[in-house]
């Protein structure tokens, strides 16, 4: 197996409200007029990740998978059929539509494809911004489907101000909107499938309203107040030379957060892939340089690397 560092370049999406932060401060590259979205690791159809340096350079991750075995995983992805994560950065310079993701069970069995559980770290938000996270009170299915009709929906969610730092583990059925001028690193299930159940009366490139879900979302919505606090899981544990912080974990992903102030010591083991995704600042890896959004994937069984430099850095793996 040819295991080393992979710079990734990542796929954009230009949605209508989307922002260009994303090109101008953290050098991403698209043809649209906005970038919305840059799927920073990524075995999706609809958007794959292409390797940017080494033996395997432009050639798609999942092409780099399927020759070199699904050891490169790790054995902690054994128990998945599919790569298991899709992370972005996502810019929302406008509201994103009130929406919500099904279960696996229901996802497999309607879409064809695994549900949707995620987390998101606010990267930078304006002054005031704020995102919807559940409901305020328990309400029941009738009054759910009588206030989307009437357009009273938003009457009885939760908005939450944010602050950057801010860690929102949105599990599947759990209604969500990221509200306009927030930043955000999402890691989610490798999945996009998506229920829309409110838009704010936009139109989309043809003129006409966006596609509504609103049949779907009524089955698969918990119509509860979220479950989950909004900040890290874990405290900050101070090292030599770099700090880490446990955002978030469930079965599908693990995230840390790690500050390099000079360099820190990780490991892909056998267990597990390790993804990197720089949020500012810049270093290298084992002679691999990154910058302020740059995505790296490390292969299982890489062994220990070493992080030179002083950025803010998301690492996930697989538990």
């Given at each position: 197996?040819n295991?080393?560092?992979?710079?990734?370049?990542?796929p954009?999406?230009?949605?209508l409200?989307?922002?260009n932060?994303?090109r101008e401060?953290?050098?991403?590259?698209?043809?649209?007029?906005?970038?919305?979205?840059s799927?920073?690791?990524?075995?999706?159809?609809?958007?794959?990740?292409?390797i940017a340096?080494g033996?395997?350079?432009?050639?798609?991750?999942t092409?780099?998978?399927?020759?070199?075995?699904k050891q490169v995983?790790?054995?902690?992805?054994?128990?998945?059929e599919y790569f298991?994560?899709?992370?972005?950065?996502?810019?929302?310079?406008?509201n994103l539509?009130?929406?919500v993701?099904?279960?696996?069970e229901?996802?497999?069995?309607?879409?064809?494809e695994?549900?949707?559980t995620?987390?998101?770290y606010i990267?930078?938000c304006?002054p005031?911004a704020?995102?919807?996270?559940?409901f305020?009170?328990d309400?029941?299915?009738?009054?759910?489907?009588?206030?989307?009709k009437?357009?009273?929906?938003?009457e009885v969610?939760?908005?939450?101000?944010?602050?950057?730092?801010?860690?929102?583990f949105i599990k599947s059925?759990?209604?969500?909107?990221?509200?306009k001028?927030?930043?955000i690193?999402?890691i989610q299930q490798?999945?996009n499938?998506?229920?829309?159940?409110?838009?704010?009366?936009r139109v989309g490139?043809?003129g006409?309203?966006?596609?509504?879900h609103v049949?779907?979302a009524v089955?698969?919505?918990?119509?509860?107040?979220?479950?989950?606090p909004t900040?890290a899981?874990?405290?900050v544990e101070q090292?030599?030379?770099?700090?880490?912080q446990l955002l978030?974990?469930?079965?599908y992903f693990?995230v840390?957060?790690?500050s390099?102030?000079?360099?820190?010591?990780?490991e892909?083991g056998?267990?597990?892939?390790?993804?990197?995704?720089?949020l500012d600042g810049?270093?290298?890896?084992?002679?691999v340089?990154?910058?302020?959004?740059?995505?790296?994937?490390i292969?299982?069984g890489?062994?220990?690397?070493?992080?030179?430099g002083?950025?803010e850095?998301?690492?996930?793996?697989i538990?």
């Amino acid at each position: 197996m040819n295991l080393y560092p992979m710079k990734l370049s990542a796929p954009c999406k230009d949605y209508l409200w989307g922002g260009n932060r994303l090109r101008e401060e953290y050098g991403k590259v698209s043809d649209a007029d906005k970038i919305a979205e840059s799927w920073e690791l990524s075995c999706h159809k609809d958007g794959e990740s292409v390797i940017a340096n080494g033996e395997f350079k432009g050639e798609t991750l999942t092409a780099y998978i399927e020759k070199q075995g699904k050891q490169v995983l790790g054995d902690n992805c054994g128990r998945f059929e599919y790569f298991p994560i899709l992370i972005k950065l996502i810019d929302a310079k406008d509201n994103l539509s009130v929406q919500v993701h099904p279960d696996n069970e229901y996802a497999m069995r309607v879409e064809g494809e695994y549900g949707k559980t995620e987390m998101w770290y606010i990267v930078d938000c304006d002054p005031g911004a704020e995102l919807l996270y559940g409901f305020k009170h328990d309400i029941t299915k009738e009054e759910f489907e009588r206030r989307i009709k009437d357009n009273t929906l938003l009457e009885v969610t939760n908005n939450v101000p944010v602050h950057k730092g801010d860690v929102f583990f949105i599990k599947s059925g759990t209604l969500h909107a990221i509200g306009k001028g927030i930043l955000i690193a999402e890691i989610q299930q490798n999945s996009n499938t998506t229920y829309r159940i409110y838009d704010y009366g936009r139109v989309g490139a043809d003129g006409k309203p966006r596609q509504l879900h609103v049949d779907k979302a009524v089955e698969v919505t918990k119509l509860t107040p979220p479950e989950f606090p909004t900040k890290a899981m874990g405290e900050v544990e101070q090292k030599e030379g770099y700090s880490v912080q446990l955002l978030s974990k469930c079965e599908y992903f693990r995230v840390n957060k790690v500050s390099v102030q000079e360099s820190c010591e990780l490991e892909a083991g056998k267990a597990s892939f390790n993804s990197v995704l720089v949020l500012d600042g810049q270093g290298e890896i084992d002679g691999v340089e990154l910058k302020k959004g740059d995505s790296c994937f490390i292969p299982a069984g890489y062994g220990k690397y070493t992080f030179k430099g002083k950025a803010e850095l998301v690492v996930t793996d697989i538990e």
